[in-house]
């Protein structure tokens, strides 16, 4: 079985924004508390922050990270998490049934942030609160100072402007379970206000509505022609989420998932050129799918979960090797859509449905799933071209024909590099994939990383952190006049590098 593709410079696809490969942390379960933040750990720095943590997330190459929430954030009053720690109320945290200590807020994240090597996406409370809460935090956090709020940060000790550059409106506003969700008319009205103000304050920052929750909401595509009705020339990109799970333990249709997200990012992304047109306006918007992952290991151990703990191991999915390929495909879709989609956000970081775990007073590994996000998010920068990929394909009931490999490729300009992603959706055999590469005359394979498993619920864990692994393929490779012919393992994430 073979499946062909040609990488051409004119199949350009469009430039890569790094903040593509951004993350997620919430106030939720032990994201933050038993995650980044663990006074007391062995390898805690001064300010309570995991060394080790650290370590992975800057391996793992994360540009961005979104804060606080989620759906934290639509009960969150930012003030609670300023000033000394000793005056920080503990609240009863709505979304989740937590307490919240607020040992951890706004200026300590951005610290830590400055630490992992990454930014802050920064959401701001729709929900229970508005216009007023959120222009006085873009004061609070950007404002230079000689204002009750920005020097209410120096008297925190932060002289200097944190200068978060990206702001959400909110989060998942569309929700029944979201704290004080909205009509999308009572929301777009409320995001166009709040974010006029907030570029007001600070009119260098980029602003971020919120889309559907998922492709599933009844609303979905209407809820975002009207919130872009209302809020087109004020914002700069919508949201997207989506989580898929394997419930039904079939792994060709949960493989299938990928395409259902580029189904769901074309039609977002002709629901704003629709709002583009009917507005005449100039200005393109872009995507910003700022929550996506697997999730669903874990909704039964939630279920049974007491309220009102301090940090509850919630949403503590433990991955698979399946979910790896599903990710691997998922990053694919993403950067086949990197023309309008900008910027993305795994969710999320740490402990919560996330690349890396922890144990509280222990030790720290890598999920499945860290592999290829580390290897989209190291190599996958430049720009995207499309590989025009032919691949015979198996049928599904709901999403038509499924082709066994998809791949994309990134072209590096920096250092000329070029990366091939592959995934091989077939079980029990393996696909030749061959390329016609003619048009990059002089390159040289230098790599092949591999991902693949015998078991596909092969699992990582604290005890077997190494079970599944990358591994060089390099001997499946050959590259000779141009023509890239490789072995693709059965049910396998691959990376081929050119220089
Ligand atoms: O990431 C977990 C939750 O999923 C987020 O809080 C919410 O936005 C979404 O429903």
Request: some cysteine; charged content about 20%; aromatic content about 10%.
């Given at each position: 079985?073979?499946?062909?593709?040609?990488?051409?410079?004119?199949?350009?696809?469009?430039?890569?924004?790094?903040?593509?490969?951004?993350?997620?942390?919430?106030?939720?379960?032990?994201?933050?508390?038993?995650?980044?933040?663990?006074?007391?750990?062995?390898?805690?720095?001064?300010?309570?922050?995991?060394?080790?943590?650290?370590?992975?997330?800057?391996?793992?190459?994360?540009?961005?990270?979104?804060?606080?929430?989620?759906?934290?954030?639509?009960?969150?009053?930012?003030?609670?998490?300023?000033?000394?720690?000793a005056d920080?109320p503990?609240?009863?945290?709505?979304?989740?049934?937590?307490?919240?200590t607020?040992?951890?807020?706004?200026?300590?994240?951005?610290?830590?942030?400055?630490?992992?090597?990454?930014?802050?996406?920064?959401?701001?409370?729709?929900?229970?609160?508005g216009?007023?809460?959120?222009?006085?935090?873009?004061?609070?956090?950007?404002?230079p100072?000689?204002?009750?709020?920005?020097?209410?940060?120096?008297?925190?000790?932060?002289?200097?402007?944190?200068?978060?550059?990206?702001?959400?409106?909110?989060?998942e506003?569309?929700?029944?379970?979201?704290?004080?969700?909205?009509?999308?008319e009572?929301?777009?009205?409320?995001?166009?206000?709040?974010?006029?103000?907030?570029?007001?304050?600070?009119?260098t920052?980029?602003?971020?509505?919120?889309?559907?929750?998922?492709?599933?909401?009844?609303?979905?595509?209407?809820?975002?022609?009207?919130?872009?009705d209302?809020?087109?020339?004020?914002?700069?990109?919508?949201?997207?989420?989506?989580?898929?799970?394997?419930?039904?333990?079939?792994?060709?249709?949960?493989?299938?998932?990928?395409?259902?997200?580029?189904?769901?990012?074309?039609?977002?992304?002709?629901?704003?050129?629709?709002?583009?047109?009917?507005?005449?306006?100039?200005?393109?918007?872009?995507?910003?799918?700022d929550?996506?992952?697997?999730?669903?290991?874990?909704?039964?151990?939630?279920?049974?979960?007491?309220?009102?703990?301090?940090?509850p191991?919630?949403?503590?999915?433990?991955?698979?090797?399946?979910?790896?390929?599903?990710?691997?495909?998922?990053?694919?879709?993403?950067?086949?859509?990197?023309?309008?989609?900008?910027?993305?956000?795994?969710?999320?970081?740490?402990?919560?449905?996330?690349?890396?775990?922890?144990?509280?007073?222990?030790?720290?590994?890598r999920?499945?799933?860290?592999?290829?996000?580390?290897?989209?998010?190291?190599y996958?920068?430049?720009?995207?071209?499309?590989?025009?990929?032919?691949?015979?394909?198996?049928?599904?009931?709901?999403?038509?024909?499924?082709?066994?490999?998809?791949?994309?490729?990134?072209?590096?300009?920096?250092?000329?590099?070029?990366?091939?992603?592959?995934?091989?959706?077939?079980?029990?055999?393996?696909?030749?994939?061959?390329?016609?590469?003619?048009?990059?005359?002089g390159?040289?394979?230098?790599?092949?990383?591999?991902?693949?498993?015998?078991?596909?619920?092969?699992?990582?864990?604290?005890?077997?952190?190494?079970?599944?692994?990358?591994?060089?393929?390099?001997?499946?490779?050959?590259?000779?006049?141009?023509?890239?012919?490789?072995?693709?393992?059965?049910?396998?994430?691959n990376?081929?590098?050119?220089?």
């Amino acid at each position: 079985k073979t499946a062909t593709f040609i990488a051409h410079p004119e199949f350009e696809v469009g430039a890569v924004d790094p903040r593509l490969f951004g993350s997620f942390i919430e106030n939720l379960g032990r994201a933050v508390y038993g995650g980044v933040y663990e006074p007391g750990h062995p390898s805690a720095d001064d300010q309570g922050f995991r060394q080790d943590v650290i370590e992975l997330v800057r391996e793992l190459n994360v540009p961005i990270v979104r804060y606080p929430g989620g759906n934290f954030v639509s009960g969150y009053n930012w003030e609670d998490g300023v000033g000394p720690l000793a005056d920080r109320p503990r609240r009863l945290e709505l979304a989740w049934r937590t307490i919240e200590t607020n040992a951890v807020g706004t200026n300590e994240f951005v610290d830590w942030a400055r630490k992992a090597n990454t930014e802050v996406m920064m959401a701001v409370n729709l929900g229970t609160r508005g216009a007023d809460a959120a222009r006085n935090l873009v004061e609070y956090c950007n404002h230079p100072g000689g204002t009750a709020w920005s020097d209410l940060r120096v008297k925190h000790g932060y002289k200097d402007p944190h200068k978060i550059k990206t702001w959400c409106l909110g989060n998942e506003m569309d929700g029944p379970w979201q704290i004080c969700s909205k009509t999308a008319e009572e929301y777009g009205r409320a995001a166009a206000e709040a974010g006029k103000l907030m570029k007001w304050v600070d009119p260098t920052i980029e602003l971020v509505a919120c889309g559907s929750s998922s492709s599933n909401m009844p609303s979905f595509p209407a809820w975002e022609s009207t919130v872009l009705d209302h809020t087109y020339e004020h914002v700069d990109f919508i949201s997207l989420h989506q989580y898929y799970g394997n419930k039904d333990n079939s792994l060709p249709s949960f493989l299938a998932r990928s395409v259902d997200m580029e189904r769901f990012i074309k039609t977002v992304t002709s629901t704003c050129d629709f709002v583009k047109a009917k507005k005449r306006s100039k200005k393109t918007m872009n995507l910003s799918f700022d929550e996506w992952n697997v999730w669903f290991h874990s909704n039964n151990a939630d279920a049974e979960l007491a309220p009102w703990q301090i940090a509850p191991p919630q949403l503590e999915d433990i991955y698979t090797f399946e979910d790896a390929l599903v990710v691997g495909l998922m990053l694919i879709a993403l950067l086949r859509n990197a023309d309008r989609v900008k910027m993305g956000c795994l969710a999320q970081l740490v402990n919560v449905i996330a690349p890396i775990m922890t144990v509280n007073g222990g030790g720290i590994w890598r999920q499945t799933i860290f592999y290829p996000f580390a290897h989209a998010s190291q190599y996958g920068r430049g720009v995207a071209l499309d590989l025009r990929i032919q691949s015979p394909a198996y049928e599904t009931t709901d999403l038509g024909d499924i082709p066994y490999i998809d791949a994309v490729a990134t072209m590096n300009p920096e250092d000329e590099s070029i990366s091939i992603f592959a995934v091989s959706r077939a079980q029990g055999e393996p696909f030749t994939l061959e390329g016609d590469l003619r048009s990059f005359a002089g390159y040289e394979v230098t790599d092949h990383i591999v991902l693949a498993h015998s078991d596909p619920k092969a699992t990582n864990t604290l005890a077997n952190p190494d079970n599944v692994v990358p591994h060089c393929g390099c001997s499946n490779t050959r590259f000779e006049d141009g023509r890239l012919t490789s072995l693709l393992t059965p049910l396998s994430w691959n990376v081929i590098r050119l220089e």
